[in-house]
């Protein structure tokens, strides 16, 4: 018998609710983004956030269950993530699942948001061998993970500061370019000059860490001197030569740290992940060295319900059900999720 769980997604902007067939097989991805209710504040709101997902989430259950042609009586577990993220954004998602689970007396699995993100690697590409390294790269987050399995992750590098995505952010809003930034960028980079501007690569003087904000600095700076100088800002060349500065960083820690661990497989997730230069790059890399890399289809790198229903299933078949008192956490290292 084929099994049927449904994921659960609300840890920041976007509400997702998806059916996933034995960890695989995608029934329904459903996803409503909040971007028009934060837009205007140029970031994520907490308490708009939650109240957004509550007022979505009944009806994307209810088109999430329609598109995968199924009833609630045939679902046989409900996963949903309950750490890191907004809390009270969280516990809309987490109490939905609460209540599914005990009405249709099935498994409750909680499942950690970056892990799915980074596991999605896994839905995509069943082949895919352990170890392998991978760059997690989102809104909230930038670090470099070793993956030896779908509880067991070690970080070995991430950034001191500002997580890519939200240079990503802040660069744009700096460059009038809206919220969230990082589709524009990359869509606008595509046209510009990416050594118009030779902006700082940052690379920690000890240990293997990364730093965004002095590249976010340095853009402002040269925005401010064209304002003052009465000339107008060339947003496409500002945002070609920024990806440049960030992917130039993050391919060349993924190369290091490979190295470094004798790994030979690359993987990529994240919001960030979507991004065609970061691909593009990290492929190239690999190529040169003999290595594989691989990422996930664009819709399972921004935030869905699909990642959160594949390892959950995962999480299910090892026996990693969640008691009644699984409790949302705003903050939850990857490291700390081995089994003890
Ligand atoms: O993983 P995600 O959907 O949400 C978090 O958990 O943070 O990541 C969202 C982030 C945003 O900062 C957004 O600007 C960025 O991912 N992003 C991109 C692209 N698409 C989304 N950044 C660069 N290039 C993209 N194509
Ligand atoms: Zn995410």
Redesign the pocket.
Known sequence: MPVRVLGIES??D?TSLAIVEDGRQILSNVVSSQIGLHERFGGVVPEIASRGHIEAIGPLLVEALDRADCRLQDLDAIATTFAP?LQGALLVGLMTAKGLAWGLDVPLVGVH?LAA?IWANRMAHHDLPLPFLCLLV????TEVVRVDGPEHFRSLARTRDD????A??KT?RLLGLGY????A??RLAAEGNPNAFAFPRASMSEGLDMSFSGLKTAVRRLAERHVEAGMPIPVADVAASFQRAIVDVLAHRMEKLAEQEGLEVLAVA???A???E?RARLATVAEKRGWTFVAPPMEL???NAAMIAGLGTELLRAGRVATPDLAARSRYSLDALAPT
Do not use: K, M
Not at 163 to 166: I, K, L, N, P, R
């Open positions: 840890s920041c976007e993220g948001h993100h989102s809104g909230g987050h997580a890519v995505g939200e990503y952010d744009a969230p930034g990082g589709p960028i990359d994240g919001g960030v979507a991004n065609r970061l790198c921004t935030d």
